[in-house]
């Protein structure tokens, strides 16, 4: 199983940006993926899922800004961003549980200037 995000970076507060989560190694459109993040200093946290089938739940502090999507056809996870705010700075990583094992990509850094 391989993870690989990218499409971070530095934006100032207002603006967007696009995750990248490419998958390898399984059978992607069986299982649903995360989208995690971590500040320095604090947990890891989910912030968006999203099940085989389309389904999404988001964490509250970034509903209505974020908006998780999948194409199976391309086994690529993604997290569309909008509206950033400062305290959206984090690694972010893509997550996937599978055969009670846990698999994490090597993150992203997205960080929001003000």
């Known amino acids: 199983v391989q993870l690989v995000e990218s499409g971070g970076g530095l934006v100032q507060a207002g603006g967007s940006l696009r995750l990248s989560c490419a998958a390898s190694?399984?059978?992607?459109?069986?299982?649903?993926i995360g989208w995690f993040r971590q500040a320095p200093g604090k947990q890891r946290k989910l912030v968006a899922r999203i099940t085989s089938g389309g389904s999404t739940n988001y964490t509250d502090s970034v509903k209505g800004r974020f908006t998780i999507s999948r194409d199976n056809a391309k086994n690529t996870v993604y997290l569309q961003m909008k509206s950033l705010k400062p305290e959206d700075t984090a690694v972010y990583y893509c997550?996937?549980?599978?055969?009670?094992?846990?698999?994490w990509g090597q993150g992203t850094q997205v960080t929001v200037s003000s």
């Open positions: 997550y996937l549980s599978k055969m009670k094992n846990e698999y």
């Open positions: 190694g399984f059978t992607f459109d069986e299982y649903a």
